[in-house]
């Protein structure tokens, strides 16, 4: 099946710093690709949808000079975490879709556990 | 606007059946999707109803009744690896996808 990765998979970062995560689809081609982010025991809050060659489209409340979004080729995106605070510990978690044979399935990367210090 | 409901938990035994049922309330739906999150993990793609009835696949199967705004996933034979979060997901197209709370079961030996 079609694989999406993400990197790193945990990060520590001080306080005031930025994080970028890499997610990148590894056998397929997304022109679209979605972040979200976690919190423990809660289900998944869309931040993003990160469009290749375009700008990203934040959902209602992300903040889009916090959370950067590049999308420069068709299989890679990140997501910049700038100036970090502790709030910002989560898990950060990209997906692509692949659409095929009348299904609509979402691939999602492993997620990178982010701790602010 | 949107609304899913899925009950928040569900407990059961090895060996047995379990249905986690879905309603949803969407503005525009092409169809329903379940994923599974283990703990510490990230979601992964189960099943996805485009058209009303039975989809199966080995030991999951998934339902879907458009007129009733309604799904369910069937889980048979529990293992204890089964053990997990169960989201539906409803497709209202622009491939963007929006999570509920979620099920959390928990198979016991």
């Known amino acids: 099946g079609a694989v999406v990765s993400q990197h790193p998979s945990r990060v520590i970062c001080k306080s005031g710093t930025s994080v970028k995560i890499e997610c990148r689809s590894l056998d397929f081609q997304a022109t679209t690709m979605f972040w979200y982010r976690q919190f423990p025991k809660q289900s998944l809050m869309l931040m993003a949808t990160?469009?290749?060659?375009?700008?990203?489209?934040?959902e209602q409340g992300v903040e889009k000079d916090k959370f950067l979004i590049n999308h420069a080729s068709l299989t890679l995106s990140t997501l910049t975490v700038t100036s970090a605070h502790p709030e910002d510990s989560s898990f950060y978690i990209c997906?692509?879709?692949?659409?095929?044979?009348?299904?609509?399935?979402?691939?999602f990367g492993p997620g990178t556990r982010l701790t602010v210090t | 606007g949107q609304s899913l409901e899925q009950p928040s938990e569900v407990t059961a035994v090895e060996g047995a059946i379990v249905q986690i049922n879905c309603t949803y309330q969407?503005?525009?739906?092409?169809?329903l999707s379940w994923y599974q999150q283990h703990d510490g993990g990230a979601p992964t793609f189960l099943s996805y109803?485009?058209?009303?009835g039975l989809e199966e696949t080995g030991r999951f199967s998934s339902f879907l009744s458009r007129s009733d705004s309604y799904g369910y996933l069937l889980l048979q034979e529990l293992q204890m690896k089964d053990s997990a979060s169960y989201f539906c997901?409803?497709?209202?197209?622009?491939?963007?996808?929006?999570f509920g709370a979620g099920t959390r079961l928990f198979v016991k030996a």
């Open positions: 997901a409803p497709y209202t197209g622009g491939f963007k996808t929006i």
């Open positions: 969407t503005s525009g739906f092409y169809g």
């Open positions: 997906s692509a879709f692949l659409r095929g044979g009348g299904s609509y399935e979402q691939y």
């Open positions: 990160s469009n290749e060659g375009s700008k990203a489209t934040y």
């Open positions: 109803n485009g058209l009303d």
